[in-house]
């Protein structure tokens, strides 16, 4: 495998004048996520989520290299935001309600990983379940 094949990059949308926080899953976490994400897509449609707001998170852009997403059962790229998974496939996005808790996994990961601060700022809180 290549360096970096089997990371999972999350990019957190904020806006907040530098560049977006990445968070890295790989391993358990990247698993994790796949089952997370099996729990919502395909199950419960779901209207878009909300344009984005200037000044506040507007929600995870997720990529999986080729391979691992196959291996473990994830799109190659989805975005979620605002309780909603939105998949590309072909042209048209489809959305998903986020049963499975995928965003707030996320969440909890960028705090993780040192990003709470800014994210504190823009409005996305640590999920009350793992505040310490």
């Known amino acids: ?12 949308g904020v806006f907040s004048g530098r560049p977006n926080p990445e968070i890295v899953l790989r ?7 796949a089952e997370r994400l099996r729990k919502s897509v395909g199950k419960e449609p779901s209207n878009p989520p909300p344009p984005p707001k200037l000044g506040f998170f507007y929600g995870f852009q997720v990529h999986a290299p080729k391979k691992p997403a196959k291996d473990i059962g994830l799109p190659e790229n989805f975005n979620v935001f605002s309780g909603v998974i939105t998949e590309q496939q072909g042209r048209e996005p489809r959305h998903w309600r986020d049963s ?4 707030q996994y996320l ?5 993780e990983q040192g990003h709470g601060e800014l994210l504190e700022k823009v409005g996305a809180t640590l999920p009350v379940a ?3």
């Open 27 to 33: 391993g358990a976490d990247a698993t994790e996520l």
């Open 1 to 12: 495998m290549e360096p970096g094949e089997d990371v999972i990059t999350a990019i957190a």
């Open 100 to 103: 499975g808790g995928v965003e």
């Open 130 to 132: 793992t505040k310490h």
């Open 107 to 111: 969440i909890a990961k960028a705090y």
